[in-house]
């Protein structure tokens, strides 16, 4: 292989074009299940079908791709199996909104040809976060990608459904859900936008049954009122406690209804008593559920008045409102109104109020689930990290309610429930809407069977008059089997015995209740075991002023934007270094600009490798066994221990999934030591002709560089391939290379010892000389050791000391003998190094820079301590301020005290002149 130079200045741009074609057509991201090698398998959360990159997703897949690109070069055979999730609501109104575009409704083109235009717009569209993913570098197995509504996936959950439906799991119930009154359809939370609008609350008198004052509510819906099955309290308000237990009259209606008590109600909020309306508001209805509320439904589908809502019924809902406001001021029940602003949930369609609405809905029974997810948190089986949000879960799990499953749209696994007609009579009809759409209704108690297949027949009665439901399973549903599933259940599959369980899932907090613990619960109940060993909870990404990331609001950030102006290896590793467990980041440019600079510093250093290195080395590197049998230097000896350090602490981090730890590990070690220290000492070394040391420290630059760049390869994989190929390696791709692993056998501690204190000697001469106003300057040193075993060690070593230092002459002298004059001086335990400053420094010049540099230092001081003797601030400032501004104090006067002494220097040198 012929040695090749680098350009000489690095383009994330021309690297990154490069690699990933070659990546994968060598099938290098690819999982074989007949493979010995010990298997790892990770199943990525799947991104909504209509999703494009964000940053939460640049995080979260740059973590996926750390972790099996590291698990891949420590030889295991790994399966990242990728996929998008049909999204059914997010879909459905991406493709609604194009069609409106067309002058069409879905209701114009009926369901089955709405449904053709959505799949159409997923193959055309649909796999575009997933070439994005590419594009930031994730080495996924493409050939198994799979999809929430292909055809092996509606098999699952068919399958699913059924088994949970004949063990008695599956029921049909009641449910307030969001309604347009306008487009007659329910709406999910993504599909309802939110506005304050200026309206008012209402106050009003429920007279007491006793004949006594009763009680005052608060209300932005007045028209509900009519409704209303309660009155609610807080238990613990001293106001109403003489009150739950007792009854009320509601007004108009003349209902008698109870007070009650329920710990969520906000006590704050009007007069601390609240209406409950079962049938039309959310929180009311579980505080129907908890108390056995009747629910009487007062506004119908349409936003008109009900027969329950006596003389006002057929009217609109709010020219009710407007009829019952002035019904209350009649009868001296309106006690008063204050302004308000009302947070308005509105169709995101055409605008309209969504009127919150009781409706009959699939219902999954969680508890008899929730108990086996609840023992494998708890002992271990499935980790959490951080462990926090495992114990969060085990609360939500043993607390959680029946799961509604059944969504009112056309895109997504239709319910595969028929009812036969002839069986259910009444209790099941055809609802015909304004737009023409047909939807099957029917009773909460009417009958129903299950099947996979179209049945031709009622199972029951032999009728083939019979109905599928209309709607729809929630997304969460058929996402909740994710990792068997895609791993080829219901079948026994060979995937499934060989990758399942899976070893991580790496998620995002915001899903840890909707789908990860879900996903547990599925595992256990129709694959047998857990579907994932450790639970990776990564931060959430917010603006640099704590804000969330949103492009409505504004604040978003564009990942592919940054990739194409940092490049995508910078953006990994930028995100990465901030990635602290359990610590939210605040996104800042400032750190890919430190990423960008971090590859540039690589890139130079291979440079500076590969312009160094003799074709006699490129052509035959020696081993590392070779290497520690040949004489090294003590620089040497200490780069490829401090090496062996990293290693096992990079390995260990990752491990633990200290993600930002290992990002910092390895920067600290290519920057700070191979690169500050032991590039600039190798220069000295390979200065040397034709010698065994060149060789030796080409060598060992090589081999070090090697085991860096695989150490970052996880991290930046574009880069460190790029660069591995131009440096002497054996095998095809740093990818399927052997990730580092400590060599005890390297560990040095005599030679890192000894190497602080030679690289304290340097840094002292360089802080001597930075101080005094000459650090590019060569000067003069003069040394006083204590301890020969030191003097013969700094002897050994000048021949690099000198030229770290920018030294001319070093004299030694015993620490018996009288101290120069006119020097700048440091000291350590048994060496005190002496800078003569005549012939150097400009005295005058330097005095004048130092007594600005003093004047600022005791201006600072003087408000630092003025405050501290301020009682004002010493009594109300927290105590870590306090502290903070003491140790501010006291490195003041240090930095006082030095520069006091280094001016001292300099006037007397200046009146030696």
Request: net charge negative.
């Given at each position: 292989m012929p040695k090749v130079s680098l350009p000489k200045t690095y383009n994330p741009k021309d690297v990154e074009a490069k690699w990933y074609g070659f990546w994968e057509r060598a099938g290098y991201f690819y999982a074989d299940a007949d493979d010995e090698r010990i298997p790892y398998c990770i199943t990525i959360p799947p991104p909504n079908v209509t999703g494009s990159l964000h940053m939460g997703h640049a995080l979260n897949h740059t973590i996926h791709d750390i972790v099996v690109r590291w698990q891949r070069m420590l030889g295991k055979n790994v399966l990242c199996l990728p996929g998008t999730d049909h999204a059914g609501i997010a879909t459905q109104v991406v493709v609604e909104k194009e069609i409106a575009k067309e002058g069409k409704t879905?209701?114009?083109?009926?369901?089955?040809?709405?449904?053709?235009?959505?799949?159409?717009?997923?193959?055309?569209?649909?796999?575009?976060?997933?070439?994005?993913?590419?594009t930031l570098g994730c080495s996924y197995d493409w050939r198994r990608e799979?999809?929430?509504?292909?055809?092996?996936?509606?098999?699952?959950?068919?399958?699913?459904?059924?088994?949970?439906?004949?063990?008695?799991?599956?029921?049909?119930?009641?449910?307030?859900i969001n309604w347009c009154s306008r487009c007659l359809t329910a709406l999910s939370d993504l599909e309802v936008e939110h506005e304050s609008r200026p309206s008012k609350l209402w106050f009003i008198r429920y007279p007491a049954t006793d004949g006594g004052y009763g009680i005052v509510?608060?209300?932005?819906?007045?028209?509900?009122?009519?409704?209303?099955?309660?009155?609610?309290?807080?238990?613990?308000?001293?106001?109403?406690?003489?009150?739950i237990g007792s009854t009320v009259i509601l007004p108009l209606m003349h209902r008698i209804i109870p007070v009650i008590s329920d710990e969520s109600v906000d006590p704050t909020f009007g007069t601390g008593a609240v209406k409950v309306t079962p049938a039309h508001d959310?929180?009311?209805?579980?505080?129907?559920?908890?108390?056995?509320?009747?629910?009487?439904?007062?506004?119908?589908e349409f936003g008109r008045m009900t027969e329950h809502a006596g003389k006002f019924a057929g009217m609109d809902r709010y020219e009710c409102r407007e009829a019952v406001v002035s019904e209350l001021e009649r009868a001296g029940l309106l006690i008063r109104t204050e302004e308000y602003e009302v947070p308005l949930a509105l169709c995101y369609r055409c605008g309209t109020a969504i009127e919150p609405l009781l409706s009959v809905q699939w219902f999954v029974r969680m508890k008899p689930l929730a108990e086996p997810a609840i023992e494998v948190i708890r002992s271990g089986r499935v980790k959490y990290v951080p462990e926090r949000f495992g114990r969060m879960t085990i609360e939500w799990l043993e607390n959680i309610k029946d799961w509604c499953i059944s969504r009112q749209i056309w895109w997504g696994h239709r319910i595969p429930v028929w009812y036969c007609r002839d069986c259910n009579g009444e209790k099941v009809s055809e609802w015909q809407l304004p737009t023409g759409e047909v939807r099957i209704r029917a009773d909460v108690d009417a009958e129903w069977f299950a099947a996979i297949e179209q049945p031709k027949a009622c199972p029951k009665c032999g009728s083939e008059n019979i109905v599928q439901d209309s709607d729809v399973l929630d997304t969460w549903f058929s996402s909740a089997i994710w990792p068997h599933a895609t791993l080829g259940w219901p079948d026994k599959t060979k995937e499934l015995e060989v990758f399942y369980?899976?070893?991580?899932?790496?998620?995002?907090?915001?899903?840890?209740?909707?789908?990860?613990?879900?996903?547990?619960?599925?595992?256990?109940?129709?694959?047998?075991?857990?579907?994932?060993?450790?639970?990776?909870?990564?931060?959430?990404?917010?603006?640099?002023?704590?804000?969330?990331?949103?492009?409505?609001?504004?604040?978003?950030?564009?990942?592919?934007?940054?990739?194409?102006?940092?490049?995508?290896?910078?953006?990994?590793?930028?995100?990465?270094?901030?990635?602290?467990?359990?610590?939210?980041?605040?996104?800042?440019?400032?750190r890919l600009d430190m990423a960008r600079d971090f590859a540039n510093k690589i890139w130079n250093a291979t440079r500076y490798v590969l312009m160094n290195l003799d074709e006699e080395v490129f052509n035959r590197l020696p081993?590392?066994?070779?290497?520690?049998?040949?004489?090294?230097?003590?620089?040497?000896?200490?780069?490829?221990?401090?090496?062996?350090?990293?290693?096992?602490?990079?390995?260990?981090?990752?491990?633990g999934c200290e993600f930002d730890r290992a990002a910092k590990a390895i920067y600290d070690f290519v920057w700070d030591e191979f690169c500050d220290w032991y590039i600039e000492i190798s220069k000295c070394a390979i200065s040397q002709r034709d010698s065994t040391r060149r060789k030796i420290t080409q060598a060992v630059l090589c081999r070090t560089l090697d085991s860096a760049l695989r150490l970052l390869h996880p991290f930046m994989p574009f880069l460190t391939e790029g660069l591995w190929q131009r440096l002497p390696h054996g095998g095809d791709s740093i990818m399927v290379s052997p990730f580092p692993r400590v060599d005890e056998d390297l560990i040095d501690l005599e030679a890192e010892s000894s190497m602080d204190r030679l690289m304290w000697l340097v840094s002292a001469i360089r802080n001597i000389k930075s101080e005094m106003g000459f650090s590019r300057s060569a000067c003069d040193a003069i040394m006083f050791v204590s301890d020969e075993s030191m003097l013969q060690l700094i002897k050994d070593n000048l021949w690099w000391i000198t030229s770290l230092a920018r030294l001319r002459e070093v004299e030694f002298h015993s620490a018996k003998e009288p101290r120069p004059k006119l020097a700048a001086s440091a000291s350590s335990d048994c060496v005190e190094i002496y800078i003569p400053l005549r012939g150097v420094v400009d005295a005058g010049k330097e005095m004048e820079r130092l007594n600005k540099q003093l004047a600022k230092v005791m201006s600072e001081l003087e408000r630092v301590s003025k405050r501290?003797?301020?009682?004002?601030?010493?009594?109300?400032?927290?105590?870590?301020?306090?502290?903070?501004?003491?140790?501010?104090?006291?490195d003041l006067r240090a930095q006082l005290e030095q520069l006091q002494r280094r001016f001292d220097v300099l006037k007397e040198l200046q009146s030696s002149e």
């Amino acid at each position: 292989m012929p040695k090749v130079s680098l350009p000489k200045t690095y383009n994330p741009k021309d690297v990154e074009a490069k690699w990933y074609g070659f990546w994968e057509r060598a099938g290098y991201f690819y999982a074989d299940a007949d493979d010995e090698r010990i298997p790892y398998c990770i199943t990525i959360p799947p991104p909504n079908v209509t999703g494009s990159l964000h940053m939460g997703h640049a995080l979260n897949h740059t973590i996926h791709d750390i972790v099996v690109r590291w698990q891949r070069m420590l030889g295991k055979n790994v399966l990242c199996l990728p996929g998008t999730d049909h999204a059914g609501i997010a879909t459905q109104v991406v493709v609604e909104k194009e069609i409106a575009k067309e002058g069409k409704t879905r209701h114009e083109l009926g369901r089955e040809k709405f449904l053709e235009r959505v799949w159409q717009w997923k193959e055309q569209y649909g796999g575009m976060i997933l070439s994005q993913l590419r594009t930031l570098g994730c080495s996924y197995d493409w050939r198994r990608e799979r999809f929430t509504m292909d055809d092996g996936y509606v098999k699952a959950v068919l399958m699913t459904f059924i088994q949970l439906a004949n063990e008695g799991l599956i029921y049909r119930g009641h449910r307030v859900i969001n309604w347009c009154s306008r487009c007659l359809t329910a709406l999910s939370d993504l599909e309802v936008e939110h506005e304050s609008r200026p309206s008012k609350l209402w106050f009003i008198r429920y007279p007491a049954t006793d004949g006594g004052y009763g009680i005052v509510v608060a209300t932005t819906r007045p028209e509900t009122m009519l409704g209303d099955t309660a009155v609610a309290v807080h238990p613990n308000d001293e106001r109403y406690k003489h009150l739950i237990g007792s009854t009320v009259i509601l007004p108009l209606m003349h209902r008698i209804i109870p007070v009650i008590s329920d710990e969520s109600v906000d006590p704050t909020f009007g007069t601390g008593a609240v209406k409950v309306t079962p049938a039309h508001d959310a929180a009311d209805f579980e505080i129907g559920e908890r108390h056995g509320l009747e629910r009487v439904i007062v506004i119908d589908e349409f936003g008109r008045m009900t027969e329950h809502a006596g003389k006002f019924a057929g009217m609109d809902r709010y020219e009710c409102r407007e009829a019952v406001v002035s019904e209350l001021e009649r009868a001296g029940l309106l006690i008063r109104t204050e302004e308000y602003e009302v947070p308005l949930a509105l169709c995101y369609r055409c605008g309209t109020a969504i009127e919150p609405l009781l409706s009959v809905q699939w219902f999954v029974r969680m508890k008899p689930l929730a108990e086996p997810a609840i023992e494998v948190i708890r002992s271990g089986r499935v980790k959490y990290v951080p462990e926090r949000f495992g114990r969060m879960t085990i609360e939500w799990l043993e607390n959680i309610k029946d799961w509604c499953i059944s969504r009112q749209i056309w895109w997504g696994h239709r319910i595969p429930v028929w009812y036969c007609r002839d069986c259910n009579g009444e209790k099941v009809s055809e609802w015909q809407l304004p737009t023409g759409e047909v939807r099957i209704r029917a009773d909460v108690d009417a009958e129903w069977f299950a099947a996979i297949e179209q049945p031709k027949a009622c199972p029951k009665c032999g009728s083939e008059n019979i109905v599928q439901d209309s709607d729809v399973l929630d997304t969460w549903f058929s996402s909740a089997i994710w990792p068997h599933a895609t791993l080829g259940w219901p079948d026994k599959t060979k995937e499934l015995e060989v990758f399942y369980p899976t070893d991580l899932m790496i998620t995002a907090r915001d899903i840890l209740y909707l789908w990860v613990a879900r996903m547990i619960m599925t595992g256990l109940k129709f694959a047998g075991d857990i579907p994932f060993r450790t639970v990776y909870v990564h931060p959430t990404i917010l603006t640099k002023e704590g804000k969330r990331m949103s492009k409505s609001l504004g604040t978003g950030v564009d990942p592919l934007e940054l990739i194409d102006r940092y490049g995508a290896d910078a953006l990994r590793f930028g995100l990465t270094i901030q990635c602290e467990l359990g610590q939210d980041i605040r996104f800042s440019e400032e750190r890919l600009d430190m990423a960008r600079d971090f590859a540039n510093k690589i890139w130079n250093a291979t440079r500076y490798v590969l312009m160094n290195l003799d074709e006699e080395v490129f052509n035959r590197l020696p081993t590392i066994s070779e290497l520690k049998r040949s004489t090294l230097t003590l620089p040497d000896r200490w780069i490829l221990s401090r090496l062996q350090h990293y290693i096992a602490r990079i390995n260990g981090y990752l491990e633990g999934c200290e993600f930002d730890r290992a990002a910092k590990a390895i920067y600290d070690f290519v920057w700070d030591e191979f690169c500050d220290w032991y590039i600039e000492i190798s220069k000295c070394a390979i200065s040397q002709r034709d010698s065994t040391r060149r060789k030796i420290t080409q060598a060992v630059l090589c081999r070090t560089l090697d085991s860096a760049l695989r150490l970052l390869h996880p991290f930046m994989p574009f880069l460190t391939e790029g660069l591995w190929q131009r440096l002497p390696h054996g095998g095809d791709s740093i990818m399927v290379s052997p990730f580092p692993r400590v060599d005890e056998d390297l560990i040095d501690l005599e030679a890192e010892s000894s190497m602080d204190r030679l690289m304290w000697l340097v840094s002292a001469i360089r802080n001597i000389k930075s101080e005094m106003g000459f650090s590019r300057s060569a000067c003069d040193a003069i040394m006083f050791v204590s301890d020969e075993s030191m003097l013969q060690l700094i002897k050994d070593n000048l021949w690099w000391i000198t030229s770290l230092a920018r030294l001319r002459e070093v004299e030694f002298h015993s620490a018996k003998e009288p101290r120069p004059k006119l020097a700048a001086s440091a000291s350590s335990d048994c060496v005190e190094i002496y800078i003569p400053l005549r012939g150097v420094v400009d005295a005058g010049k330097e005095m004048e820079r130092l007594n600005k540099q003093l004047a600022k230092v005791m201006s600072e001081l003087e408000r630092v301590s003025k405050r501290l003797q301020n009682e004002r601030f010493l009594q109300n400032a927290p105590s870590d301020v306090i502290e903070a501004e003491r140790k501010r104090e006291a490195d003041l006067r240090a930095q006082l005290e030095q520069l006091q002494r280094r001016f001292d220097v300099l006037k007397e040198l200046q009146s030696s002149e």
